[in-house]
Nanobody, 114 residues
Framework: QVQMMESGGGLVQPGGSLRLSCATSGFAFNVRTMSWHRQAPGKQRELVARITPGALTDYADSVKGRFTIGRDNAKSTLYLQMYDLKPEDTAIYYC????????WGQGTQVTVSS
């Protein structure tokens, strides 16, 4: 049974930092491409960053140079380090994997506001 649980969200001022984690179980984490997505109020869910089993990464243009995706295969955990946060980064952040179908975590709220 695939399970994914995000943590690390919260309220932060513009320019601040947060580190999100996604603890997973129930599948072979080390062989899966993992990704972070986000959904802001009234907007569609969008891809933020993706990491392959070999640790190749790609990012949405809006977060390049500010966010870093990482993985710890020994812990089956996905990370998203976010720097220089902006109000437009406010959203619910979800981790995601495709194993025959889409699996999502429950999400963690990130709010960037002064």
């Amino acid at each position: 049974q695939v399970q994914m649980m995000e943590s690390g969200g919260g309220l932060v001022q513009p320019g601040g930092s947060l580190r999100l984690s996604c603890a997973t179980s129930g599948f072979a984490f080390n062989v899966r491409t993992m990704s972070w997505h986000r959904q802001a109020p009234g907007k569609q869910r969008e891809l933020v960053a993706r990491i392959t089993p070999g640790a190749l990464t790609d990012y949405a243009d809006s977060v390049k140079g500010r966010f870093t995706i990482g993985r710890d295969n020994a812990k089956s955990t996905l990370y998203l380090q976010m720097y220089d946060l902006k109000p437009e980064d406010t959203a619910i952040y979800y981790c995601h994997v495709i194993i025959n179908r889409n699996y999502w975590g429950q999400g963690t709220q990130v709010t960037v506001s002064s």
